[in-house]
């Protein structure tokens, strides 16, 4: 099998299911990661094994076939995606003193976004008027001092956080809980090229291709809330996804705005 670029490999390890602690694990167990997938793929698993189970070996063998990687090069080129690895020059302060940081960060755009103060804006996918214009205003009036909005490109308050922002000058990152090619709800394709076009960033620990499950959501939420020096929250159910991001900044000493 021919090799591909390091980015690629990256990707096929980040499209197997499993916490980040153990793609850290592997990752330590073995640094050159075109040499991780040679060992995985060719049968030489068993320094791994206390790492994968037998479900997780069995999905990187399959998505380890030449035709995915292939795929996964392709994708990444025509899209611009490139990857911060933890413990490695670039990869976030902020994200690398977490209890559970991702171990792979997947991104277009501009990574010295991520080097601005920053704030973490969420809050409900149905809100209000007065909601969504709370968030367009509060994001415009920090950007316009500097500060960058982070938010996750859904619906509702991420949407206006994310464009309050831009109009304020500042950049802004979104954080997906899909792979950075797809296009998110697609209702806001136009407002991510836009985060582009004024040099902001996109980021995932998903691997390109991957869908927007639901499960991706909640433990998203913590890269958020994780990059940010406060969380600002306008409009939530207490029983909402916008939730799990109030306990992340709790769990990660942040200070809370609503």
């Given at each position: 099998m021919r090799l591909f670029p390091r980015e690629v490999y990256l990707a096929w390890l980040a499209s197997a299911p499993m916490k980040s602690e153990q793609r850290l694990a592997l990752m330590k167990q073995e640094k050159d990661i075109g040499e991780l997938h040679e060992a995985v793929f060719h049968g030489e698993w068993a320094p791994f094994r206390p790492v994968l189970s037998d479900k997780l070996l069995s999905d990187l063998r399959s998505n380890g076939e030449e035709k995915y990687l292939k795929t996964w090069q392709r994708v990444m080129e025509r899209e611009d995606i490139s990857a911060l690895v933890y413990g490695e020059q670039g990869y976030p302060e902020a994200l690398a003193s977490l209890q559970d940081p991702p171990a792979i960060l997947f991104y277009r755009g501009n990574p010295s976004a991520l080097e601005k103060t920053c704030a973490a804006m969420v809050g409900s996918r149905n809100a209000s008027w007065k909601g969504l214009t709370a968030a367009d205003k509060v994001a415009r009036e920090l950007s316009e001092h500097g500060i960058s909005i982070i938010s996750g490109l859904a619906h509702g308050i991420d949407a206006a956080a994310h464009q309050g922002c831009l109009k304020g000058g500042s950049p802004t990152i979104a954080v997906l809980g899909c792979g950075l090619d797809r296009n998110y709800p697609a209702e806001n394709?136009?407002?991510?090229?836009?985060i582009l076009d004024q040099g902001g960033l996109l980021l995932s620990e998903y691997a390109p291709g991957d869908k927007p499950l639901g499960w991706h959501f909640p433990i998203r939420n913590r890269i958020i809330t994780g990059l940010a020096d406060c969380l600002i929250m306008i409009e939530a159910r207490i029983r909402s996804g916008s939730m799990t991001?109030?306990?992340?900044?709790?769990?990660?000493?942040?200070?809370?705005?609503?």
């Open positions: 394709a136009g407002l991510k090229q836009q991001s109030v306990q992340h900044a709790l769990d990660q000493g942040r200070d809370i705005f609503s």
